[in-house]
């Protein structure tokens, strides 16, 4: 089992930045690649990023491409997502997720955490 916890959300202004942390516990992070999906209200849940096990590949949804960073410090069991230039079409429940490989599809990913809440203002 893996559990996670994120934290960082909160509210902002269109143009700021926000930086979102999931911290896992239990079985050994390094083992797990990780992502950050995000679902807004009466929208389905959808990709935003994923990252390799060593942190070495990334890979991001066209919206947030260039704008949000995905990384990982597998010495501290915490995986972040930088958001910067957010918009108000970024405001959503961002969750952060743990499975065997990197992928942009929920069902790749075995263990979730609870979401922590991001708006942004316009």
């Known amino acids: 089992q893996v559990q996670l916890v994120e934290s960082g959300g909160g509210l902002v202004q269109a143009g700021g930045s926000l930086r979102l942390s999931c911290a896992a516990s239990?079985?050994?992070?390094?083992?797990?690649?990780m992502g950050w999906f995000r679902q807004a209200p009466g929208k389905e849940r959808e990709f935003v990023a994923t990252i390799s096990l060593s942190g070495s590949s990334t890979y991001y949804a066209d919206s947030v491409k260039g704008r949000f960073t995905i990384s990982r410090d597998n010495a501290k069991n915490t995986v972040y997502l930088k958001m910067n230039s957010l918009k108000p079409e970024d405001t959503a429940v961002y969750s952060c997720?743990?499975?065997?490989?990197?992928?942009?599809?929920?069902?790749?990913?075995?263990?979730w955490g609870q979401g922590t809440q991001v708006t942004v203002s316009s």
């Open positions: 239990g079985r050994t992070f390094s083992h797990y690649a």
């Open positions: 997720a743990a499975g065997s490989l990197p992928g942009l599809l929920a069902d790749h990913y075995n263990y």
